[in-house]
């Protein structure tokens, strides 16, 4: 007999959103039951994103960490197309041999059921289930701003840079530390890279100083220098390839939850926390 996988939310489960924090990232449970996109949109609001799950442990601590059984998380897909996380545009490993993360529930999946949902079942194991995206759940956002900006100092090689939570476009940032006589950070190598990403646990996808020219090269705003771009034999970081949405030509740095630093095409519109550089 075939289980169905579905949940209801008990009478006594809060309204109020419960934060938790685990290896450095905050998350925010969200009990209100919406529709996937308008999950999503929600989470972009609050200046964050539907939760990325990297890996079992983090699988785990997510469906542990709330009363909620069925949850709208931060992956879908378009007719015919894989699945991909939304935020950064990678696609998942749904290859079971290759090491992925094994919890789909459903193999294949359903036509028509393009939004995901993590589902904890009796024995508290979470589930990947493909639904309806018009279906209404609760939700988790991750990495959700702090009310009052944060701004750190931090100097690495001789050099300092100023962090801040400031959600803000590329240009905009661009503008910020220029206007504070510094410039958008320029990254040389992996060791500045893990100097960025780890300069604090609030950081976790942050605008630097590169974009996309009108020839489609990528180099860095300050200096005129090229970065070596996605596919590019001399890139020192893997870049993040998003294939799904048209014009992505700023350059953020995205920390995973291994603490891996990697470049990552975004629109210059979308608003990141961002780190400006200056010298001795």
Known sequence: MLTCLTATVPESTPTVPEVRFHKDRRYEFIFNRVSWDEADRVCHKK????????????????????????TWIGASRKRGHPW?????????????????????????????????NLFRDKNNKPLFV????????????????????????????????????????????????NKNGSYLAIVDDV????????????????????????????EWTHT????????DSRAFLRWINNLIRPNLDCVNIYRDSG???YFLER??????????????
């Open 47 to 70: 200046g964050g994103y539907l939760t990325i799950i990297d890996d079992m442990e983090e699988a785990y601590f997510l469906t542990n960490s709330s009363e909620l059984h069925d």
């Open 84 to 116: 991909y996380w939304t935020h950064t545009g990678e696609m998942l490993n749904t290859n079971v041999t290759d090491n992925a993360i094994d919890l789909f529930a459903n193999r294949p999946q359903r036509i028509g059921y393009d939004c995901f």
């Open 130 to 177: 493909d639904r309806r995206c018009a279906q209404r759940f609760g939700f988790i956002c991750e990495e959700v701003s702090e009310p009052e900006p944060i701004i750190e100092l931090n100097s690495f090689r001789g050099r300092y840079y100023m962090f801040s939570s400031h959600l803000a476009t590329w240009d905009d940032a661009v503008a910020t530390c």
């Open 191 to 218: 060791e500045e890279a893990k100097f960025i990403v780890n300069a604090s646990r609030y950081f976790h996808d942050t605008w630097v100083g590169g974009h996309r020219t009108h020839d489609g090269q990528w």
């Open 224 to 231: 005129g220098q090229e970065v070596p771009g996605p596919n």
């Open 259 to 261: 603490n891996w630093p």
């Open 267 to 280: 629109s210059c519109q979308e608003k990141h926390a961002f780190v400006c550089e200056e010298g001795e």
